[in-house]
């Protein structure tokens, strides 16, 4: 299907339109519609070409929609007649990762046994998007079953667009690398231990893992209920936060957002010792900070405190540390076993809806997918044990047990040095060199610890490592800023945070030139070169 799609756009398309210095932001798309230069048809056509034209070199993609150009013909006329845009997303080119459900396209989660299992309805975040017109462009390549760095048996591997030898993160990494090269102008991933927030860093550009509960999970693949979430990718700080606004129904995100406040306003926290007490042994492996990471980190720092930012810097002494990281090994057996346990019962509701699939649909079951006779022997294992511990759910509850310490821990800190965030680097390590992804481990970051305790997490594109012959450009960097919870008194009822840190950041954006060069490097890159040793301006 998909090459009859990439077909079909070759050959339909007689002239492709190009925006020169486009800037892939939802705003310029709109200044060029409501011109009267363009259509949407035009920005489609453009989009549907770059696809044609670089994604065999990304791997970002698993299945084109087939009916986007009839899509953006409706947009086209819905414009003519009304003489108004539909909404917040008209035409905006959106890309689902793999494992959330479009109308009519299959949901594959990367795995070949569900080629075929098409769902009847929308995932509600999907039904959110388009009804402020969002046009669904393509869905994306990603970890099999949204499981950290499996590549998906359906497409095989994504390619950083940075540096090809690289990897493009770990379970949303075809969300991530769309954005990033400028196949579409927003795209949602899945983020259940990181697997948005890595692919945000890896591929230099924003990304946020809500809240827990802020986001729907309907009509999503689900992985482990207890620690899922739904959330966008963006070249923009603004872009992403519409969307994110758009996907959680609350507008006042987006209203508070464009509310400036002064800088001074966002306390930041650092952990002054946080990069040189990593080195730990944690989950089997090592916890250590790649120096490039570290110099960035360092750098942004000093950059926050120039431009007025309060940072708060604060440190740990030794038994803290070891309390931290007993905690995180300890979580860590709870969670996976948590996660086995819970797998049938969410399957079950997942694959069970009437309404999804029809009641000739392959499985309507955990136990058919498990039979399935295309299921790989990965999953078959991994089944099979879930089967066998369905009824077990002991782990859970010691797994509920360890996220209230563990919120506990970090809540203390807010309240000691009176925070609004904490900056952490996303990830210890640049992104991983391909064939040695098998070694690495995803787990190996230092943004986990945030993650399992559900608070909102926002992946802030901050520069790049060294240049080299295989990444003229770079690789990028991203740190994350951790956001406490609304009310710090209601330990379990995590809410969104006030989007005070993301405007303040977004304001950052407004000052002078140099500073913004190193802060925002990802967002004025000029070219983005995806082959070894050839180059190829992106835009
Ligand atoms: C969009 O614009 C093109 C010209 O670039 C035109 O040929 C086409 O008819 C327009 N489509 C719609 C639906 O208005
Ligand atoms: C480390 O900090 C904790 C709490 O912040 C404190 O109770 C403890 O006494 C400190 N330990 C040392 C060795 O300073
Ligand atoms: C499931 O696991 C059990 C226990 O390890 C094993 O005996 C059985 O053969 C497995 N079944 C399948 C279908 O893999
Ligand atoms: C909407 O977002 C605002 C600001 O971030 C927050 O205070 C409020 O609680 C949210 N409303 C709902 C219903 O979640």
Redesign the pocket.
Known sequence: MLMLVLASVLFCQKEVVSFKNFDFKIETIHSLISSGEYNCTNIVQFFQSRVVKYNPMINAIISNNPIALQQAADLDNYFHRNKKFKGLLHCVPLAVKDNIDVTGIPTTGGIKSLRYSIPNKNALVIDRLLAQGAIILFKTNLGELAFGSRISEIVGECMNPFDSERSCGPSSFGSGAAVSSGLSVISLGTDTSGSVLYPGSFNGIFSLRPALNTTPLDGIIPLFEKADTVGPFAKHLDDLVTTFSIMAQ?D??RN?FSNKIPLDQLKIGVISNFVDNLVHFVFGSKYEMDQEVKLAFERTINRFKILGLSVQEFSLNKTEFENLFYLLDNMFDSYVQCLISSKKKSMDYYFGDVQRFESDSPFRTFEQLFKSKFLNDYWREDFNISLILANDQSECNIFDLKVEEMKNLIFKWYEQHDLDCIIIPTSTNLPDIREQKEDSDFLTSAVFFGILTGLPTLNLPVGFSEKSENAPDGLPIGLSLMSKP?QLNKLNKM??T??TELRSLEALNQNPKELKKDIFAAMSIKKIYILKGRKAAIY
């Open positions: 609350n006042s995100i508070e609304d809410e969104i006030p989007m």
